[in-house]
C-alpha cells in the first residue's frame, strides 16, 4: 500500500507559477512510476505528466515547456514545478504511483492516488 499526500495548491495568476509536491509514504518508492494527473471543473480527469523510475519524462502536449516533473527519491517525493500559468490549468491536480505501468498516460496505469489538490488561476 502507497499513501500519497499532495500539497502546494493554490490560487494564482496568470503567468504566475506554482510547485505542487507529493509525498510517498512508502520507502520502495523509487520502484514506483509517479504521475500527476488533473480534473479541470466539469472535465474529466486528464493526464498531465510522467516520471519513470530511471528519471524520464512525458509530458501532455498542454503542459509541454511549461511544466517539469523530477523526483527526489531519498524523500520519497516527486513534485511538479508549474510556470506561465493559465486559466485553462485550472483544476484539482492528483498525484499517483504505478508499479505496472503500460504506457503511463492512462489512468489505468497507476494503483495509488492522493486525494488531490486544488490549483485556481485567474485571469
Known amino acids: 500500500q502507497v499513501q500519497l499526500e499532495e500539497s502546494g495548491g493554490g490560487l494564482v495568476q496568470a503567468g504566475g507559477s506554482l510547485r505542487l509536491s507529493c509525498a510517498a509514504s512508502?520507502?520502495?518508492?523509487?520502484?514506483?512510476?509517479m504521475a500527476w494527473f488533473r480534473q479541470p471543473p466539469g472535465k474529466e480527469r486528464q493526464f498531465v505528466s510522467f516520471?519513470?523510475?530511471?528519471?524520464?519524462?512525458t509530458y501532455a502536449d498542454s503542459v509541454k515547456g511549461r511544466f517539469a516533473i523530477s523526483r527526489d527519491n531519498a524523500k520519497n517525493t516527486v513534485y511538479l514545478q508549474m510556470n506561465s500559468l493559465k486559466p485553462e490549468d485550472t483544476a484539482v491536480y492528483y498525484c499517483?504511483?504505478?508499479?505496472?505501468?503500460?504506457?503511463?498516460?492512462?489512468?489505468?496505469?497507476?494503483?495509488?492516488w492522493g486525494q488531490g489538490t486544488q490549483v485556481t488561476v485567474s485571469s
Open positions: 516520471i519513470t523510475r530511471n528519471g524520464g519524462t
Open positions: 499517483a504511483a504505478g508499479s505496472g505501468v503500460v504506457s503511463g498516460i492512462r489512468i489505468q496505469d497507476y494503483n495509488y
Open positions: 512508502r520507502r520502495t518508492f523509487s520502484n514506483y512510476f
